[in-house]
């Protein structure tokens, strides 16, 4: 089983936290590894008394332009990727979403 990988960081920390995935083993696609598909946005949140954020102050909402990164992993990688995505991660709480796939060759 294949899984879809989708985290959400800052701009300057997305070429890190891309690396680390890759180099636990997201991204292999047939023949080729290391891929990976970003796109940019504006993420908000506001930071609750107890945290401690990389970005902004308690109380306060924030906005951060961040990138989305999606990348595919197999299921026996799963673990090790998710525990590399979070130590490269500057927020103490990374958005992450972990989806199974279908195959589209199934459907051809």
Known sequence: MMYHIIVYCPVDQADA??????????GR???YDSCSFSSR?????????GAKPAVGTVGTTEEVEEERIECVAPEEDIGK???????????????MHVLKMENYKKFL
């Open 17 to 26: 936290v891309r690396a680390a995935a890759a180099g636990a083993g997201a």
């Open 41 to 49: 946005g504006t993420g908000r949140f506001r930071p609750l008394k």
């Open 29 to 31: 696609i047939g023949l």
């Open 81 to 95: 990727i998710v525990r590399a995505i979070v130590e490269a991660h500057p927020y103490e709480e990374p958005a």
